[in-house]
Every structure is written in C-alpha cells, then in structure tokens.
C-alpha cells in the first residue's frame, strides 16, 4: 500500500538552483523521513522529522512538516549534479508500525 | 552506523524454479523486519512484515504461497520466490528494525527471471 504522494514526479533544474519535493500522506504519523535512491541502488538515509517537529534542517537539505495538512516538503539547496536521484518520503504509520512510501520524485541536476 | 546486509545482490533464474533472499542484521537484534519490492522507476511496495518466531503479515494482493518468508532468527529473515515467473522480476529490498524502533534498509536484491 502506498501512504500518499509526493509531487513533483519528476523535476529537472540547473545545477546550483534550489530543488523543492512534497509529500502528502494520510494517516497519523509518530515521523516522517526522506531517503534518496541513485538509480538500481539501494536507500540513503536523508533525514527523519517527528511529528511535534515543524522543521528540520541537516546540510544542504532542510524539511518542513505540517500535520494538519498533513504534508511534508524537502528543499536542497545549491544542488549538484551529485543530487540527481530519486527522493522518497516514508512515513511510520502510527497506528500499524511500519514504513509506507510516497510514489518519489525524480530529480534531475543538469551541469 | 547498523547494517543490513541482503544476499545475493543479483540473481538470474529461469521460469519455474525458486529462489532465495537472505536479509541480515550484522551488528543489532532484529525482532521485526520487512520486505518491500520496486519496479522500475517506481517506488517501494511494502510486502510483508516479517516477525522472529512467528508468521509474516503480507500486505493486501501480495500472495503468501509464492512469497514465502522465514525469520528463523533475531538476525536473519528470508523470502522465497517460489515458481518463479518473468512478471516476478524486480529489485526486493529488506529492512530491519532496531530495539529503538530505527529502520535500516539492506542494499536489495535484483531478480531477473528468464
């Protein structure tokens, strides 16, 4: 099963702009967290965010959280042409205790 | 940092036969795993939640006599492609959760059926 969405599924910039992903889930949350897949890799732990927190910084990524929208979004800036992957959110459904994934967004950073 | 290992990181196999996914937890007790699959340029489909000494919990449309899993130990969870089919062809990645609740995800495993 799939918690939500992320939007865009697909973003291509310059590389030093700012890249912007959200993510809408439905369920009550205990966190939220992005990862980052290079393409036929595995999961790179981002950042994880709880749901008391509003935002989160870490690096060159910052994550906000509102719960009453029940969204998330991950900006990185400065980007690189290293960023060119794919993004997740997961959420740990509260009430289920397992990780569900958004569908992704994959970003491109063109030199 | 934890570390999930998976094995084998590929595996090519004909139509028909069965194959196995090992999933391990190499430096912490894992009481709760899972398995997701991913097709191409898709996201993560969560499985089936893998339990130490008890039956898995599959996910609504995930058939349990094809996917078959074993958690024998704190360390270590299996899942078995059984009467494998081209459709089955994916990239399977495991996780393992911590005493603290972390998930840590293992590297995956990219099944080709022929």
């Known amino acids: 099963s799939q918690q939500g969405e992320e939007d865009p599924q697909a973003l291509s910039i310059q590389e030093g702009e700012n890249a912007t992903m959200n993510c809408s889930y439905k369920t009550s949350i205990n966190n939220l967290q992005w990862y980052r897949q290079n393409s036929g890799r595995g999961l790179v732990h981002l950042i994880l965010?709880?749901?008391?927190?509003r935002e989160k910084h870490s690096g060159r990524l910052r994550v906000t959280l509102d719960t009453s929208k029940k969204s998330s979004s991950l900006l990185i800036t400065a980007s690189r042409a290293a960023d060119t992957a794919s993004y997740f959110c997961a959420t740990d459904d509260q009430g289920a205790q397992k990780l569900v994934f958004g569908q992704g967004t994959r970003l491109t950073i063109n030199p | 940092g934890a570390v999930v290992s998976q094995h084998p990181s590929w595996v090519i196999c004909k139509s028909g036969t069965s194959v196995k996914i090992e999933c391990r937890s190499l430096?912490?007790?894992?009481?709760?795993m899972f398995w997701y699959r991913q097709f191409p340029k898709q996201s993560l489909m969560l499985m089936a939640t893998?339990?130490?000494?008890?039956?898995?919990?599959?996910e609504q449309g995930v058939e349990k006599d094809k996917f078959l899993i074993n958690h024998a130990s704190l360390t270590l969870s299996t899942l078995t492609v059984t009467s494998a089919h081209p459709e089955d062809s994916s990239f399977y990645i495991c996780?393992?959760?911590?005493?603290?609740?972390?998930?840590?995800f293992g590297p995956g495993t990219r099944l080709t059926v022929t």
């Open positions: 430096d912490f007790q894992a009481t709760t």
């Open positions: 893998s339990n130490e000494g008890s039956k898995a919990t599959y």
């Open positions: 965010i709880r749901s008391n927190e």
């Open positions: 996780s393992a959760r911590d005493p603290v609740s972390t998930q840590y």
